[in-house]
């Protein structure tokens, strides 16, 4: 007779389900409050008196072209670039897809394109920009006489030298024909408005995709500097561009960009407002710690390992049950050759440090859908799954030794599939803690 | 007339003179609410028929040997070692101190001389064990039939073969005279009771000096699978070792310890409560992340500093003003050659990820007065450092990247210095924002 073990098994079985359920839904709740369907239209400006044009570059771009589509009355063309699976189908709006994380001949092709027509603008006229992450590599474009070999050796210097990614950034933007300000510059004298879906920590639309149509503060004496810190070669073209006022990308406050307006429409905040609300409504007090958290994902995990801890043993930061949620983008400093982005990464070592504590499940997922370079969104935890991989003989340490955390989880079967979710907003993190 | 700027700027100063001082005090608070002068006296067993014996080691344990001087009325001998400098006058128990990190002869001697204390005692004597973080160094002896040198070189092995902490402790714990509960088992049959100040995540006194008077639940078998794992060779005397049963260490339900006595008797936990209430009435509610926080300490700083954006920009996870607590044990990957400890790397890398964000002070801290290597238990943060260390032409990043978190804030003479507390609960941290 064991029927009371049976019981306490089938009801653990079931609280299991519920969680993986309850914390998918979390993570499906924050991302709808990102969608471009429902987060473009209520900041749509009304219709010029001349052309409205729509250019857009990032993820979420495509998705945010069709919100726009579905909600304008008026005359509409344009030209906006999604990475590679990630189209919508658009009929006034032409949809290109472009290379990412590394730009292709495709990114520089509708660069150019996209100058193009905004040659022809007037004052009567209104450009929508459509800006997300990922814009950056996919409209790409190296400052009139830079070539696009010299652009890519300087990048690799800068990643090699250390330098900090704000001051590769600096850089990269005041060598672009694009970034930092120079395409909206390109669009004046008309109108213009940009709507930003945000992935960036702190949620500067200057540095989503490297603020095609919004100028950040930094100027040309800044990457002279940066380049001369890191003894970095450039040539006599490249010099040239960063030294003569004439060459360099606008400043923030210049005065053809005076009139733009520039609204962020989506941010990680959103998310985790929207799945707070949803755990709150589940039954679990949600706490948000942050969404803007950075660091090398296995060390953020030991934090979140701590957290959890703290939550069962003493009910601090706040008593079980409850679900942690935190956003912002983390690292990884790839030393293996496995497979695995982020989020897969930080649930390995967080699988690791709680061991199988009872009463911890988790879920972290790139909102965007794609985890890295997988085809998976994210993974599940629960405090069953160490125990699971050791009876599969998967080893935990090995997987998280050689950055092969999607291995792990593939191997548990907890892999979150979504496809791309034409979004981005960025890391979503939750534990569930009962 | 500029007196409204004078005044907004003198305003600003008294605000950071106070934080600081509220800061520190937090510090001392927590401190002293793990002083062994505090947490000893009321865990004292009452006294026995036979002879009473202190045996101890620890950074704590000269202290905790004072305290229970100060209030035992009968008869009382012993031996506790603690590191150099954190001795106490004590006239009835001896103290002597010893290597901390590394072990050095007088560990191995003080080792021998309390196995050879243990000899005599009979079922009517009394064995008080004061046992605190540090202890697992400066009590130190190899099995026997094992050299130093070999018990060094595994060591040595080991750390270099990428095992985890738990895997090399538990190997250590099986090649010790000391360790693992046999320090106890070789008291037998007199009473036991151990009373432990608590340095690590978790708590767990088999842990805490590598628990020379409680066994843990590893046993040979774990130590030998660890060697094999880890291709780590042995010499037929370490195998005997960890293969004879007669020469292993007790097991966690051996019946000669099963009348042992243990008590915890300050951790992490108390101290932060204490700086937590501390807080609270100075207007500041407070929120404890986690007692048993662990992970790289730059990378700790970067979600604490996700954490302090949160609290100003969303009043998340907790409105402020507040403080931020946490403790536990961070890690410091040396790559430069600067000098610091894991506190005033965290602070450092902290410094940086805020870059003068308004309204946020810090302190970071080793609550036993020693922040590694160096004269300081840790230092403090406020918003103005980045700009003072500018200044002063003190690179706060070239700092982080020689791992110089000492030199950096001893430019700004922002060191926290109390000299050792002679108490040990490891890491404290507090963030204070307004």
């Not at 814009?135 to 010299?150: C, D, I, K, Q, T």
């Not at 004046?188 to 995709?209: E, F, M, R, W």
């Not at 060459?247 to 989506?266: F, Y």
Request: negative net charge; proline residues 6%.
């Amino acid at each position: 007779m064991n029927t009371g073990h049976s019981e306490t098994h089938s009801l653990k079985e079931r609280h299991t389900a519920n969680a993986r359920a309850l914390l998918r839904h979390l993570f499906d709740t924050a991302v709808a409050a990102v969608d471009p369907l429902a987060v473009v239209a209520p900041h749509l400006p009304a219709p010029p008196k001349g052309r409205t044009i729509v250019l857009g570059a990032g993820k979420a771009s495509a998705r945010m072209a069709l919100a726009v589509e579905q909600n304008w009355a008026g005359e509409l063309s344009g030209l906006v670039v999604t990475r590679y699976g990630y189209g919508e189908p658009c009929k006034r709006i032409e949809i290109v897809e472009a290379g990412h994380p590394v730009p292709d001949d495709a990114s520089h092709a509708v660069a150019c394109r996209m100058l193009d027509m905004t040659k022809s603008l007037t004052a009567d006229d209104l450009v929508i920009f459509l800006i997300s992450g990922g814009g950056s590599s996919l409209l790409s474009l190296p400052a009139p006489g830079l070539s696009l070999e010299e652009k890519r050796q300087i990048n690799i210097e800068l990643l090699k030298s250390g330098a900090a990614i704000n001051e590769i950034n600096c850089v990269r933007r005041h060598l672009s024909s694009i970034k930092g300000g120079r395409l909206a510059l390109s669009c004046y004298p008309a109108q213009v408005v940009s709507l930003i879906i945000s992935d960036v920590p702190g949620d500067n639309p200057a540095v989503v995709a490297s603020g095609p149509s919004v100028p950040d503060r930094t100027i040309t004496e800044d990457a002279r500097a940066i380049l001369k810190k890191y003894a970095i070669p450039v040539s006599p073209a490249a010099h040239a561009l960063l030294s003569d006022p004439a060459l360099a990308a606008p400043s923030h406050d210049d005065e053809r960009l005076r009139d733009n307006r520039t609204i962020v429409v989506a941010t990680a905040q959103q998310a985790l407002d929207a799945a707070a609300a949803a755990a709150s409504k589940a039954g679990y007090a949600p706490l948000i710690l942050s969404g803007s958290m950075e660091g090398e994902a296995r060390e953020v995990a030991l934090v979140h390992a701590g957290i959890a801890r703290q939550v069962i043993q003493y009910g601090q930061p706040i008593p079980k049950p409850c679900v942690i949620l935190s956003g912002g983008e983390t690292t990884v400093t790839v030393r293996g050759n496995g497979r695995g982005g982020r989020n897969t990464e930080f649930m390995l070592a967080l699988a690791i440090a709680l061991d199988g504590l009872p009463g911890v499940h988790a879920i972290a997922c790139d909102t965007d859908g794609i985890d890295g370079t997988e085809d998976n969104a994210g993974c599940l935890l629960e405090p069953r799954s160490m125990a699971r991989a050791a009876k599969l003989a998967v080893d935990a340490r090995a997987h998280l030794a050689n950055n092969d955390s999607y291995g792990f989880f593939e191997a548990l079967d907890d892999l979150v599939v979504t496809g791309p979710t034409r979004t981005n907003v960025n890391d979503f993190r939750a534990m569930l803690i009962e």
